[in-house]
Nanobody, 125 residues
Framework: VQLQAYGGGLVQAGGSLRLSCAAS????????MGWFREAPGKEREFVAA????????FYEDSVKGRFTISRDNAKNTVYLQMNSLKPEDTAVYYC???????????????????WGQGTLVTVSS
């Protein structure tokens, strides 16, 4: 199983980035997908998740209204559109896959089965 996250970079505050995560080696449509982030010196935290069907998007409070998670099961890819970026969004962003047959999504990182390698997002003020 491989999750390849990309799309990170350096952006000014107020700007936008779109992260992508391409999955291989798993039945992608059987997995809920999540994005997490880890800032320097901090614990890895939940950002957003989406069910296997593309429904039930769920966001951490600080990104609601700014970030949008989506997926394309035909392309085995999950996306995170990030708008109105703030310096406090600076972190390494990880995608993760959670095998589940229902439409629930989880913000608990320990429930995720597979993780990507991370992509760095830096927001300058």
């Amino acid at each position: 199983v491989q999750l390849q996250a990309y799309g990170g970079g350096l952006v000014q505050a107020g700007g936008s980035l779109r992260l992508s995560c391409a999955a291989s080696g798993l039945s992608f449509s059987s997995y809920a997908m999540g994005w997490f982030r880890e800032a320097p010196g901090k614990e890895r935290e939940f950002v957003a998740a989406i069910s296997w069907s593309g429904g039930n998007p769920f966001y951490e409070d600080s990104v609601k209204g700014r970030f949008t998670i989506s997926r394309d099961n035909a392309k085995n890819t999950v996306y995170l559109q990030m708008n109105s970026l703030k310096p406090e969004d600076t972190a390494v962003y990880y995608c993760a896959a959670d095998f589940r047959s229902n439409l629930w999504v989880s913000k608990n990182r320990y429930e995720y089965d597979y993780w990507g390698q991370g992509t760095l997002v830096t927001v300058s003020s």
